[in-house]
């Protein structure tokens, strides 16, 4: 009913960066809050950034600063700029959205991306 689709992952050196974009297709009704999260290999996956459908923004602390979320709601599209990559930003960048579907307005279901790789040498 909803497929998220992430593009922009890759390799880049230590400080450069790279701009994540994850859109949102679909029987699509609302969505409320989107969000980036990252698992790198023997770790939990973590949260990275959120926001709301008003443009009320978290960031984790290990990237404050560093990573910008963004939305275009027009677009049902998420994005997230980062700069200033670290090594250990080295992980698997997943997006998620919280999703009324024209086929029940009133109930958010979790939806998740297939993730996009993001690798930062040193």
């Known amino acids: 009913q909803v497929q998220l689709v992430e593009s922009g992952g890759g390799l880049v050196q230590a400080e450069g960066s790279l701009r994540l974009s994850c859109a949102a297709s679909g029987s699509i009704f609302r969505i409320n809050a989107m969000a980036w999260y990252r698992q790198a290999p023997g770790k939990q996956r973590e949260l990275v950034a959120s926001?709301?459908?008003?443009?009320?923004?978290f960031s984790a602390d290990s990237v404050k600063g560093r990573f910008t979320i963004s939305r275009d709601n027009a677009k049902n599209t998420v994005y997230l700029q980062m700069s200033s990559l670290k090594p250990e930003d080295t992980a698997v960048y997943s997006c998620?959205?919280?999703?009324?579907?024209?086929?029940?307005?009133?109930?958010?279901?979790?939806?998740w991306g297939q993730g996009t790789q993001v690798t930062v040498s040193s």
């Open positions: 998620y959205a919280g999703v009324a579907t024209r086929f029940d307005t009133n109930i958010y279901y979790p939806y």
């Open positions: 926001i709301t459908s008003d443009g009320t923004t």
